[in-house]
């Protein structure tokens, strides 16, 4: 099946990266999506970078079959640089997207599916545990400037595959970050 925009425009599929260039990690989910944004087919995905969050999102919530997100997480449960991925399905218990943003993913999509918004069935929620996304710096932490090539390669691999890796209503560690930087450091 095809992947380029239907007759009204809209693209099956979104890739929306959050956050702000100029707070440290905060900036990830824009670096990834510009990456992504070269990786993968212009024509058939719809990419946005927005430093938005809450009621804001909303409206880019709408219109297409499928959604990545992709931002930077303050969970404190994992070291800096793991990846993680949530799929969010109408079934599947809320996400609890703790993320500079002060999102609350489950909130906002059931309010734009109670309004009557195009809502897709399922939203995938990919991001990496920030060290520091407060810092005014225009760059990321280095271990989360490292982890991001990985979250990349995580959400092509998950797209060509058809998403099937993804567990519905449960974080999923893609990545480990200690185990990263000990092979890394080790090899």
Same mark, same amino acid.
């Given at each position: 099946?095809?992947?380029?925009? @239907?007759?009204?425009g809209c693209r099956r599929m979104?890739?929306?990266?959050?956050?702000?260039?100029?707070l440290s990690d905060d900036g990830l989910g824009i670096s990834a999506v510009?990456?992504?944004?070269?990786?993968?087919?212009?024509?058939?995905?719809?990419?946005?970078?927005?430093?938005v969050g809450g009621l804001e999102l909303l409206d880019h919530l709408t219109g297409c079959e499928r959604i990545i997100i992709v931002d930077a997480l303050a969970t =404190?449960?994992?070291?800096? =640089?793991?990846?993680l991925r949530f799929l969010q399905t109408a079934d599947s218990?809320? %996400?609890?997207?703790?993320?500079?943003?002060q999102i609350d993913l489950s909130q906002v999509l059931t309010l734009a599916r109670l309004l009557g918004g195009d809502v897709p069935p399922t939203v995938l %929620? /990919?991001?990496i545990e920030a060290q520091d996304a407060v810092?005014?710096?225009?760059?990321c932490t280095q271990d989360v400037r490292r982890a991001i090539p990985i979250l990349v390669d995580t959400i092509c691999a998950d797209i060509a595959g058809g998403m099937e890796a993804a567990v519905p209503?449960?974080?999923?560690? %893609?990545? @480990?970050?200690?185990?990263?930087? /000990?092979?890394t450091e080790h090899t």
């Open positions: 099946m095809s992947e380029h925009p @239907d007759a009204a979104r890739i929306i990266g959050l956050g702000n260039e100029l510009r990456l992504l944004r070269e990786r993968l087919p212009e024509d058939a995905i719809e990419f946005e970078e927005l430093s =404190g449960a994992h070291p800096a =640089g793991t990846v218990d809320p %996400v609890a997207l703790t993320s500079s943003h %929620v /990919y991001g810092t005014f710096h225009d760059e209503g449960m974080w999923q560690i %893609v990545s @480990d970050a200690a185990q990263d930087r /000990y092979t």
